[in-house]
């Protein structure tokens, strides 16, 4: 997922595997911190997958568990929306950090930043390194070293049934003003809404400003680019949705709120990611799973572009257990573990060599995913990059009610994002 900042904010699921009381960061036993002989000790893995996923990523962590007996796994289930400030409370205290982390791509520059992760390089861990796509690879890297290894690539779509905008005879939108213009013959047709709008996660917010031309920050040159023209246009597209009741939106729980409106058919499309798709098939509406499609997320005025997401697997410079933490990232971001995410979940691997496998090739999402993927844009994977978005939530939310209008919203965005980064323009 990206769930860059999107996520599940639900409590915390935590199920040890052998539903024993072990402490985080290898339980403190050290028995494969040793240079050779057989894999032994504790790994501690905090999985940040959600509801729809993490029975498959429980049983894979059991996979590794029966190829190293002498190892057992804790497994931890960690609500997106919690792990970053858990982890970095867990590591800047050394106290009940785990030894492996699915860690979102925003997320390896600043924890590598902060000294909580191990440098990969030359260790176990990165294996086939050739066989990564390239575009996965950039949010591993920060100041020359490896600090994960890639597991799951990711980008937004327009999640649309089939059905409704069938019967109200519109076809699938190219441009969000085409979507605009749309929305009256469906809500007339059908009832329902023509689309939610993620009004409160910033990552959702990315579409609208590369559709205009813009983004965020230029750091290879680092200026400040949200407070031009784009991010005016960016933030006016999306209030306009809203109050023309083109889009329906919620300042909390959207994550919920737009699969459950997509699964009752109470909207007829919503910008989401492939981490949502066995989950919007479990919907009423798509009884039918033929009756959900996706396309290419709407361009704006001048373009149209998507953000790269995903997770990378990372390991905690702090572990007692390095050696099996290096074996167990090996395992789960193998080709092989890689196909059996793609053929259960249907997430797309990081893997050149997983997309030539017959099931992958066949499944109907990597289809249209991998080609998205491969025009995503690449964030700034800098240690600051998961910073950017929480300045962009404040002004969606103000933008979105009324209390601020675009231009001061992007301007304020903007002033917000210079006393983050001291050195840009």
Known sequence: MRRGIRGVTATALVAGLALAATACGGGGDNGSTDSG????????????SNDAEKATYRKL???FQKEHPKVHVQYVNVPFGDANAKFKNAAGGNSGAPDVMRTEVAWTADFANLGYLAPLDGTPALDKTDDYLPQAVGSTK???????????????GLFYNKKLLKDAGVEVPKTFAELSTAAKKIKAKTGATALYLRGDDPYWFLPYLYGEGGDMVNARDKVVQIDDGAGVKAFKTIKDLVDSKAA??????????????????????????????????????????????VAPVPGGSSAQGSPQGGWNLSV????????????FVKYMSSAKVQQETTEKLSLLPTRTSVY???????????????????????RPWIAEGNSLFEPIKVQMNKVLTGSATPEEAAKATGDAYRKLLKDYK
């Open 316 to 327: 905690y410079a702090g572990s007692k257990n390095l050696r099996a933490a290096y074996a």
């Open 248 to 293: 329906v939106t919620d300042a909390t729980d959207g994550q919920e709120n737009q699969l459950k409106a997509l699964k009752d058919g109470t909207v007829a499309m919503a910008v989401d990611g492939p981490w949502d798709i066995e989950g919007a098939r479990a919907g009423k509406a798509f009884k039918d799973k033929e009756n959900l499609g």
């Open 61 to 63: 962590a059991e996979g």
């Open 37 to 48: 002989g057989e894999l032994s000790g504790t790994v501690t893995f905090w999985d940040t």
């Open 356 to 378: 030539d496998v017959p099931a992958v090739k066949k499944n109907e999402m990597v289809k249209f995913f991998k080609p998205a993927v491969d025009g995503a844009v690449q």
């Open 142 to 156: 920060f100041k020359g070293k490896t600090y994960a290894a890639p597991q799951v690539i990711d980008t937004l």
